[in-house]
């Protein structure tokens, strides 16, 4: 069974950092590619950034303007997602995805709230 689990989400203050980790299992994780989405209360959700599973290439959402980084460790399964310079708009559940076998595969999500 393939299972995505995000964590590290929290409650932090305008311009500090935090990062999210989304441990994968049940599949083989370095060649997939993974990716980050969010979503705000009354909003749809949007793709944060992605990760290609072999060269490491990646590509973000236009709102992130070099403040995220998405990374990933294929030896622990796990991808990360560094956001630093966090502003309260970037309050949302943030969810790990990965296309497995013809399925759209979401994690549970995880909480950020960005607030002073």
């Known amino acids: 069974q393939v299972q995505l689990v995000e964590s590290g989400g929290g409650l932090v203050q305008p311009g500090r950092s935090l990062r999210l980790s989304c441990a994968a299992s049940g599949l083989s994780f370095w060649i997939y590619g993974m990716k980050w989405y969010r979503q705000a209360p009354g909003k749809e959700r949007e793709l944060v950034a992605s990760i290609l599973p072999t060269n490491g290439g990646t590509d973000y959402g236009s709102f992130v303007k070099d403040r995220f980084t998405i990374y990933r460790d294929n030896e622990e399964n796990l991808a990360y997602l560094q956001m630093y310079s966090l502003r309260p708009e970037d309050s949302a559940v943030y969810y790990c995805?990965?296309?497995?076998?013809?399925?759209?595969?979401w994690g549970q999500g995880t909480q950020v709230t960005v607030s002073s």
């Open positions: 995805y990965v296309r497995y076998s013809g399925r759209d595969l």
